[in-house]
């Protein structure tokens, strides 16, 4: 039979199971059909707009302002996660208490609820006549309609990222390296300081970039409670859709392309931040 | 002078530990010996305050150490798994202990690089400070874990299975040279094996453990040759155990020997069914069934003598033996 | 506490820090989806059924069922497809293949949705095409099954990867060496062996299959009773400050939301799933 010559000919190692040519196949044409081809749309588009033109409506001033939005506020929900996060993670991994598998799985709500479920729900809680925000605004504080509703949006949307990050690494963290560091004279904070903390590090930041990349491209769950004031409270998603409610199809893909460079490069950055922790510490 | 005094721990329902007393005298090389659950560890982390007993105390130095905590203590910890901070060096996990003492009592920077720098050349790792753990083999990992735990200078170390997770070859060599280290420190030191030979071989002294009781403190010499319960003899080296005297429903004591104890005689002799043969070391190793009972019995006779063939039978005379009463292995009464 | 004392925090400490991460949970989560029921039921039962039996609520869910039981088939044939390709044979490139696979859930919804405006739209590449043998594909459903099939995509491939890699070969191996074809070895062994994962995969999938907005919002042109999904017709009341209606249809989301939580932690719980998932 042609076996041993087809087996001597593959790109690929020999298996003896069968099957992957259909399967490969299959992935690769559905891959390249649903995502490839269209994600490359985009680009093959930017391209033909050429250089000034890219930059005059990927870069105008409302984008910029879209840009900074998104990215700020994204980048302050995802350092607020951070913090909450882990104690959350903490407090899921090391204590005990009535209700934790309730809490456990309440925490995974923000993947499973839909985003402009959340939206209205985050607007009606913060609104000025809201649950909150009638205690709030007497503080002084707004919250819907400003940025900071943003940022509340994004911290709702973000927090599983993080949690779920962490978790797994803090329960592997072996209680025999705190014991080290108690043998060894250090105290409780200075054990959380100098052996936990560094050890969950990048769990930590990779939970804060998965949160902030998607933080940057969320859209249902801001929209509502962000007034959308242009300069303002506008972030970069809502920019695309405004500009392709006006047709204005050059606009929204340079914007989008910009925002996806963002994440490809946010994406590149957790890689490297993965496989060099993998390196030094051999995990 | 470390003293246990009637230490008593329990797990939920599992006593781990019961009454314990135990004296470990300066400079000594003390080894823990027992099966998995005997409660050696316990009793090892008991002693360095990483467990707390429900009762008894524990001295340092005539002092009650029972209610300090772990980072008071002073004792040098050496894990199973060595427990190294992986985002470290090498050499900032050796200086760790330093670094975190009080500002006032810290040495200097480059006064704790220069200890660190010696202890790593005192476990002969010079050179490997700037290394991460991942980056170490067991050993190199296991004399790691040592310096660290050395840099605190100590009164005490304690060492949990210091061996277990290293191959066969690499553990003797770490075996003597830690052997070499401990006479040249002159440390107190307490380890937790479940390796006999391992406790025979380094130990000044051995505590053979069971069921969360001491079962016998001794020399290596004494543990061997004169064990004090039916657990020790048949724990610590082979032995073979045959009933003593008729069968008679109640109590029955029991013969232990073990198997280079016994010679080949003409005549008077128990007949041994010889099953199956083999070489071991300077001895032909005997397995076979006594005539009597049918037991399985296994000797060693010297090679100087004529190899048994399977299916012969030998006549054999336990020289040295002990006589333990009735109870079944380990057991307590 | 089995724990010994030296390596964990006081009582009180511990204490301090579960009343923070409870309230934190409280707050940010749990508040936003008691909100959604206590709205949608403000006014009684009576408008909440009503706000969930118009022709145009009753639209929107049929729709939204449509799209699922459209795109989360199709992702999960892919799904399985990709994980036996990647995790069953060696090759060059595999993990390019990953991270390619990977892709959508770093892209921004919007940004889904725009690609395929910028392909099949009035003046995209294939719009003229399209308009002149009279397909329409954006502004219909077509266009929101692709959308959804496009967000959707990694899901349940995501699920199986680290399982079926976990799992190794060896029964598969086995199979092989006993006479088993192809189709019998996925069918009695691989099949068996992740159909808990798979389904894992699936919930997931389809959670956000009936839950996306962004995507399917900028590709479906929000025809009330045509191209109106149940998240997009959430919003459509919401802007007519027909908060009661909008939060009904929300509350009928919410608790598919629930559900899937619920039927994941079980999954989790019997299955040991050990889960460390974090991108969706």
């Not at chain 2, 053979?208 to 009781?213: A, E, I, R, T």
Request: proline residues 5%; charged residues 15%; neutral net charge.
């Amino acid at each position: 039979m042609s076996r041993t010559l087809s087996r001597a000919k593959s790109w690929r190692q020999p298996s003896v199971l069968p099957g992957f040519g259909l399967t490969f196949g299959v992935t690769l044409a559905w891959l390249t059909l649903i995502v490839l081809v269209p994600l490359a749309s985009i680009f093959i588009r930017s391209a033909g707009m050429g250089w000034s033109e890219f930059v005059a409506v990927g870069f105008s001033d409302r984008a910029l302002a879209a840009y900074r939005v998104s990215f700020g506020t994204a980048a302050a929900a995802g350092l607020v996660n951070a913090v909450s996060g882990l104690l959350v993670a903490w407090v899921l991994v090391r204590y005990a208490f009535p209700g934790k598998r309730v809490i456990s799985a309440l925490v995974d709500l923000p993947f499973a609820l839909p985003t402009a479920v959340a939206g209205i729900a985050l607007t009606a809680l913060y609104a000025p006549t809201g649950w909150l925000g009638q205690f709030l605004e007497p503080l002084g504080l707004k919250v819907a309609f400003t940025p900071v509703g943003i940022v509340v949006a994004l911290v709702f949307i973000g927090l599983p990222f993080v949690v779920r990050s962490v978790e797994p690494v803090l329960a592997d963290l072996g209680r025999d390296v705190e014991e080290a560091a108690a043998t060894l004279g250090a105290t409780r904070l200075q054990t959380f300081r100098r052996v936990i903390v560094p050890a969950i590090a990048p769990a930590l930041l990779t939970g804060f970039a998965l949160a902030f990349a998607r933080g940057v491209g969320e859209y249902g769950s801001v929209i509502f409670i962000a007034g959308n004031m242009p300069g303002k409270t506008e972030i970069a998603p809502l920019l695309i859709v405004t500009q392709l409610e006006q047709y204005a199809y050059a606009g929204a893909t340079a914007i989008a392309t910009v925002m996806m460079l963002a994440s490809f490069l946010i994406l590149l950055v957790i890689n490297l931040i993965q496989a060099a922790s993998r390196r030094r510490m051999g995990a | 002078m470390i003293r246990v005094q009637n230490v008593t721990k329990r797990f939920g329902d599992f006593a781990a530990l019961h009454g314990i007393d135990l004296e470990v005298r300066p400079g000594e090389f003390i080894a823990l010996l027992g099966p998995s659950g005997s409660g050696k560890t316990t009793l090892l982390r008991i002693i360095a305050g990483l467990e707390f007993q429900d009762s008894g105390q524990v001295l340092f130095s005539g002092e009650d150490v029972s209610d300090r905590k772990v980072a008071d203590r002073h004792v040098g910890f050496v894990f199973q798994h060595y427990a190294l901070f992986r985002h470290m060096t090498v050499a900032d996990n050796v200086a760790f202990g330093l670094t975190v003492r009080k500002r006032r009592d810290r040495p200097s920077r480059a006064a704790i690089a220069a200890r660190a720098e010696e202890l790593l050349r005192l476990v002969q790792l010079d050179g490997l400070g700037d290394r991460y753990p991942a980056q170490l083999s067991g050993g190199q990992r296991q004399r790691v874990a040592l310096a660290r735990a050395l840099a605190i200078e100590p009164r005490l170390l304690l060492l949990d299975e210091p061996f277990g997770a290293l191959d066969a070859k690499v553990r003797k060599d770490l075996r003597r040279w830690l052997r070499e280290l401990h006479k040249q420190m002159g440390l107190t030191s307490v380890f937790v094996t479940h390796d006999q030979e391992e406790a025979l071989e380094l130990a000044d002294r051995v505590v053979v453990m069971n069921n969360g009781v001491i079962e016998q403190v001794g020399t290596p010499e004494e543990i061997y040759m004169h064990p004090a319960t039916p657990f020790v003899s048949h724990f610590v080296g082979e032995t073979n155990r045959i009933p003593a005297g008729p069968a008679s429903g109640g109590a029955r004591d029991e013969v232990h020997f073990r198997p280079h104890d016994v010679e080949v005689v003409r005549e008077g002799g128990e007949a041994l069914l010889v099953d199956n043969v083999f070489r071991k070391g300077g001895a032909w190793r005997v397995e076979g069934a006594l005539a009597e009972g049918g037991l399985i019995v296994e000797i060693d006779i010297d090679v100087a003598q004529p190899r048994p063939n399977p299916g012969e039978t030998v006549l054999i005379r336990p020289v040295r033996s002990r006589v333990f009463n009735a109870n079944p292995e380990g057991a307590q009464p | 506490m089995s724990r010994p004392r030296s390596t964990t925090e006081g009582r009180l400490t511990q204490i301090v820090l579960i009343v923070l991460a409870l309230a934190f949970l409280g707050v940010f989560l749990l508040l936003p989806l008691i909100v959604v029921f206590s709205e949608a039921l403000k006014q009684g039962l009576g408008p909440f059924l009503d706000a969930v039996h118009t022709p145009d609520a009753l639209a929107a869910i049929k729709l939204t069922l449509l799209i699922a039981a459209i795109s989360v088939p199709l992702n999960m044939v892919f799904g399985v497809a990709a994980s036996w390709a990647i995790t069953k044979f060696h090759f060059p490139g595999k993990s390019l293949l990953i991270t390619l696979i990977d892709l959508p859930f770093s892209v921004s919804p919007v940004v889904s949705g725009l690609i395929f405006v910028l392909l099949f739209g009035a003046q995209g590449w294939f719009g003229p095409w399209l308009a002149a043998h009279d397909l329409k594909i954006i502004f219909a459903v077509p266009g929101i099954v692709l959308a959804t099939v496009f967000i959707t995509f990694p899901f349940v491939a995501r699920e199986l990867i680290p399982l079926m890699m976990e799992q190794g070969k060896d029964d598969e191996e086995a199979a092989v060496s006993l006479g088993a074809n192809g189709w019998q070895v996925f069918r009695h062994v691989t099949l068996p062996n992740i159909r808990w994962g798979l389904l894992y995969g699936v919930l997931l999938c389809n959670a956000r299959a009936m839950g996306e907005f962004g995507a399917v919002s900028v590709v479906s042109g929000h025809i009330r009773g045509l191209t109106n999904t149940m998240p997009l017709h959430v919003e459509i009341l919401y802007n007519e400050y027909d908060f009661v209606g909008a939060f009904a249809v929300a509350s009928l989301l919410a608790l598919l939301a629930l559900v899937t939580l619920v039927a994941k932690t079980i999954l989790e719980w019997r299955f040991d799933l050990h889960h460390t998932g974090a991108g969706h």
